[in-house]
């Protein structure tokens, strides 16, 4: 059986220190192995225990790297295991196949969004117009698909995210808040569509996947198995289905359950 494994990386996969969550005493604590590096900085980790299972993984499946990040910022990372033969950035706008990206699926995608929701530059100029610069740190457009903010997350009014997810719903736009970012992605730019596309090339039988935020919901749906970290916007609000697992570990070891899990299918 061909087994494809699609799995969102921030949080789910990989953790910056914020995101740890450890929780133990330090002289018990995994040891931990950097897997990406931002400005000269070490960024986001896993422990070295999923991080071996992870190279084993990719020697016996199709593993598929599944993520809201531009291909600039995935190119960051840097996993263990074989280097994957395709990578799904910009929440399925962009496929990229050992490395490139796919100038069809990118043209297949413009066409969808442009014949179904308003225009990023319409959301972009709203975002931009009523956030409060008193939390507003960054706002940024991404692989001109998506617009995100980075912000003060404490002094982020929920009524105003509110306001907002509400406006986006009607224009065919989704918001979902994850850590210090505010995404908004037009409803059809899903990460599903572009693992069904990559099963579809790959002819895959069985998809296993997991993630942690409200963009991640449609991917762990349509894949045959799923988990979901007992941290993050899914857990908050008790998201669950029957084929998802919803697993009580937080942070990064969450990541490593999750890793052992697609191994064990
Ligand atoms: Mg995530």
Known sequence: MTVLVASDLDRTLIYSTAALALGMPDERAPRLLCVETYEQRPLSYMTETAAALLAELGAAVTFVPTTTRTPEQYARINLPGPAPEFAICANGGELLVRGVPDAGWRARVRRTLDAECATLAEVHERLVRTADPAWLLKERTAAGLFAYLVVDRPLLPDAWVKELAAWAQERGWTVSVQGRKLYA?????????????????????????????????????????????????????????????????????????????????
């Open 185 to 265: 992605v037009p409803k059809p730019l899903t990460k599903s569509a572009a693992v069904a596309e990559v099963a579809r090339r790959t002819g895959a039988e069985r998809v296993l996947a997991a993630g942690d935020s409200l963009l991640d919901a449609d991917l762990l749906l349509a894949a045959d198995r799923a988990w979901r970290p007992g941290h993050g916007e899914l857990a908050d609000i008790g998201w669950t289905a029957p084929h998802v697992t919803a697993l009580t570990a937080r942070g990064v070891a969450a990541g490593e359950e999750i890793v052992r899990a697609f191994g064990e299918g």
